[in-house]
């Protein structure tokens, strides 16, 4: 079997760094080369929290390390404005790219679709690769038949660069996909302090809190007559995010156009 090629974007990041353990123990993916803000020309054994034994190149800029190395996949695990660039680069050198980072906008999915289209090439963005996430997500959406009045919850660490989290925005999307849009709470309820009642998409509440200590929690909140049910998940560690990188690395080898959920790919 041949291995899978892998340009890893943000190798020295919190899950870039996970990333590189998994592809490391994972026998049909090879590392070609990774892409950081510095660091040019320098191996990836020589970076901070990389596995010693990591021989790939390092470059500092997408375009160059496209052009120079051969690969099957980009894994982009940056920051919002990078990942956006980095997918449409790789799709517009035909190469399949699996996003993890966050902050992609609906208008951003749209274009990027339009472009894995006309490229005929495979991406996936997920915003949440752990699995318990995801289940999360599939029983939030099939609960808000039952019971449409919600509220969401997530919980990050106090170095996130985006609000709310793309997990929250997901489910809230997969929510809006079977439940009514629907005003919450009083009709005449006011803010007085600006934000108390947190960001809202489509009648939906949701709240972001930032603090260090936290990893990645998310609650969904269900208000009913007499009873209220959450649905909770927490990631304790960033491992919790490989078994679902390395799917999505698998999967995308065989899919064309753009897949946004790693709950389209799971069976
Ligand atoms: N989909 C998922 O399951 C998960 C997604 N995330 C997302 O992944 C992204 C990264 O998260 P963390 O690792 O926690 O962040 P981090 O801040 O620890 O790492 C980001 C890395 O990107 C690097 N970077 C910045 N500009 C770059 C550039 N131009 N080229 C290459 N690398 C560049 C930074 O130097 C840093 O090492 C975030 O968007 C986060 O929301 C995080 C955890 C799970
Ligand atoms: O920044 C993080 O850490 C995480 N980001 C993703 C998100 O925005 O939902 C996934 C997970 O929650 C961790």
Redesign the pocket.
């Known amino acids: 079997m041949n291995k899978i090629k892998i340009i890893l974007?943000?190798?020295?990041?919190?899950?870039?760094q996970e990333a590189l353990k998994m592809i490391e123990e994972t026998q049909h993916f090879e590392l070609v080369a990774a892409?950081?803000?510095k660091n040019d020309g320098l191996q990836v054994k020589d970076l901070s929290g990389a596995p010693e034994s990591m021989e790939a190149p390092v470059y500092?800029d997408?375009e160059n390390c496209i052009q120079a190395v051969e690969a099957d996949v980009v894994v982009d695990?940056?920051?919002?404005d990078?990942?956006k660039k980095h997918l449409e680069l790789a799709l517009n050198h035909g190469i399949r790219t699996v996003i993890?980072?966050?902050?992609f906008s609906n208008d951003d999915l749209k274009r990027l679709t339009a472009l894995a289209e006309e490229k005929s090439t495979g991406a996936i963005i997920?915003?949440?690769?752990?699995i318990g996430a995801i289940l999360m997500m599939k029983f939030a959406k099939e609960a808000s038949k039952y019971l449409p009045d919600i509220e969401i919850i997530e919980k990050h660490h106090d170095?996130?660069?985006?609000a709310p989290?793309?997990t929250a925005l997901k489910t809230a999307q997969l929510i809006t996909e079977v439940r009514e849009e629907k005003s919450q709470g009083h009709p005449d309820e006011k803010e007085d302090l600006e934000g108390a009642r947190g960001a809202e998409l489509e009648g939906i509440r949701i709240h972001s809190v930032r603090l260090p200590g936290l990893v990645?929690h998310q609650e969904v909140i269900f208000g009913g007559v007499g009873q209220v049910l959450t649905i909770r998940h927490d990631s304790i560690n960033?491992t919790s995010?490989m078994p679902?990188v390395r799917l999505a690395v698998e999967s995308v080898m065989n899919i064309e156009g753009l897949v946004y959920g790693l709950e389209n790919i799971m069976e």
């Not at 974007?9 to 870039?16: H, L, N, Q, T, V």
């Not at 170095?159 to 985006?162: A, E, G, M, R, Y």
């Open positions: 974007a943000g190798p020295r990041g919190k899950m870039g892409v950081d803000s500092d997408m695990l940056t920051r919002p990078i990942g993890g980072t966050t902050g997920a915003p949440n690769f752990a170095q996130k660069l985006d989290s793309g990645a960033r995010f679902g």
